[in-house]
């Protein structure tokens, strides 16, 4: 994940955010903004989410997938659950064919198809490379 501490870092120097303003901004502690930021865990998905939106750039640029910022105009994104599947059925995949092959548990697999819960950016790569997509397609901001 360094490389989204690396663009969060080049993000707030561009805008001249400090990290208790970005942190404000976001709705999470500073102290959990500093954590992103040294690179000890990412954020949840929500707070993923919410970034995109903060500095408007794609999911794969972000997360390091994609080396250019593009100044395209990105969808809003859909629940998770939903768009996950979606885009199973779109692409045939089963969910026990996913369980399998990626792979992740059951329990996990359910609670993201039913918007219990949603994964970790670094889950996030993963499956977009297992559906060969980008994350940014996996997430439903484009089409």
């Excluded at 593009?70 to 809003?76: F, G, M, V």
């Excluded at 064919?97 to 970790?120: A, C, F, H, I, N």
Aim: contains cysteine.
């Amino acid at each position: 994940m360094s490389k989204l501490s690396e663009r969060l870092k080049e993000y707030m120097e561009e805008r001249g955010l400090n990290r208790v303003q970005l942190a404000r901004e976001l709705g999470i502690a500073h102290t959990t903004l500093c954590g992103y930021l040294l690179d000890k865990h990412a954020p949840a998905y929500p707070v993923f989410v919410k970034l995109l939106y903060q500095f408007d750039c794609s999911a794969d640029y972000l997360l390091g997938k994609d080396g250019l910022h593009t100044e395209e105009r990105l969808l809003p994104v859909p629940p998770f659950h939903e768009r996950l599947r979606c885009l199973l059925n779109e692409q045939g995949v089963s969910q026990e064919r996913l369980k399998r092959e990626l792979p992740v548990s059951g329990s996990v697999l359910y609670k993201w198809t039913s918007g219990k819960s949603q994964p970790s950016p670094e889950t996030l790569l993963r499956l977009a490379e297992y559906l060969d997509c980008s994350v940014d397609y996996l997430i439903g901001r484009r089409r």
